[in-house]
């Protein structure tokens, strides 16, 4: 395997009539849950990716396991929990802005502990991904992410982190302790602007990235949409041009991007090519509703790279 990702998937339902949730009539049935996402996307890049996750074994994970099936995603350690509910969540749209609300409390990934962490796997692949989402659904999903960034640094797999701060899962100072002792044991730590912004209390892109950088990673990427991204690597701030497209649905353009981007590295390209192939899975993402359908593959993100006169330098 060349890239495990550990969390919590969920079902989608995505509002299409432009109502608010008490008043809508329709559904789009999609898939989401940040760290299913993030696989989607670096199996469609074209890494060997696999789930350390718990799901029900009601219709929702059979749902869930067709999704990863028809993607290439490995499922040997995803756990299916007899009487289970799988979690889901629903997209609702105010002008140009998405909100989430979760149905996701006490679900087979809430659940999650160290003993479903699998080190051999982890030991052996060459990347372990793991989120502030993971870590927000319950204590012992919390712990599971901590031992299996430590059994990847004892093995010196590569460990990416996106803080994915949800402010309707925790409280934002034990979000803030947690994500910063995560960045602590991370090689790489991709947070965007707005989170950036809640959880420093600082403004400034370069000083957010700064606080970030402080804290040991060997890379950083502040994620800021249609603003590009700064990436810090080794000591050297640079810049991302964004690869621009009108959003339709922002939706796991943030998990996508990161996908792609530790692809890439595991791939053996610098810090600053990943960058760019991601902005541009993470642009190509926010082009379709909800978080699974429009990820990119690998075809067409070089395609859009090719063509864009500023990242194809
Ligand atoms: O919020 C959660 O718990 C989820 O996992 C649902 C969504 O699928 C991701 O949040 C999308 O993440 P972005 O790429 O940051 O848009």
Excluded at 271 to 278: G, I, K
């Amino acid at each position: 395997m060349d890239i495990l990702a550990i969390g919590e998937p969920l079902l989608e339902f995505s509002v299409t009539d432009e109502q608010s949730l008490d008043a809508a009539e329709s559904f789009a049935v999609g898939y989401g849950g940040d760290t299913s996402n993030f696989l989607v996307s670096a199996s469609r890049c074209g890494a060997a990716a696999g789930y350390v996750s718990r799901i029900g074994d009601d219709h929702f994970g059979t749902a869930l396991l067709g999704l990863w099936q028809r993607e290439g995603v490995r499922t040997d350690h995803v756990v299916r929990e007899p009487g289970g509910r799988t979690g889901i969540y629903f997209i609702s749209r105010h002008a140009a802005h998405s909100s989430f609300t979760y149905y996701r409390a006490g679900s087979p990934a809430s659940r999650l502990s160290p003993a479903d962490v699998p080190e051999t796997a982890i030991a052996t692949a060459r990347a372990l991904h793991v989120s502030g989402i993971t870590q927000a659904i319950s204590a012992s999903a919390c712990d599971a992410g901590f031992h299996a960034m430590k059994v990847a640094r004892r093995h010196n797999t590569l460990v990416s982190y996106d803080p994915n701060y949800r402010p309707a899962l925790w409280p934002l100072d034990r979000a803030r302790a947690i994500v910063a002792r995560s960045v602590e044991l991370s090689d790489v730590a991709l947070p965007n602007l707005e989170e950036g912004r809640a959880l420093t209390d600082l403004d400034d892109p370069r000083a957010i990235l700064a606080w970030f950088a402080a804290l040991g990673p060997r890379t950083v990427v502040l994620k800021m949409g249609d603003q590009g991204a700064l990436l810090w690597d080794d000591g050297r701030t640079s810049e991302i041009p964004p690869h621009s497209v009108v959003p339709v649905d922002s939706t796991g353009a943030g998990d996508a991007f990161d996908g792609a981007f530790v692809t890439r590295l595991v791939q053996g390209a610098t810090p600053a090519d990943a960058a760019r192939y991601a902005a541009v899975a993470g642009a190509l993402t926010t082009q379709g509703h909800g978080a699974v359908h429009p990820i990119p593959r690998d075809a067409a993100i070089r395609s859009a790279l090719e063509k864009d006169p500023i990242l194809n330098h």
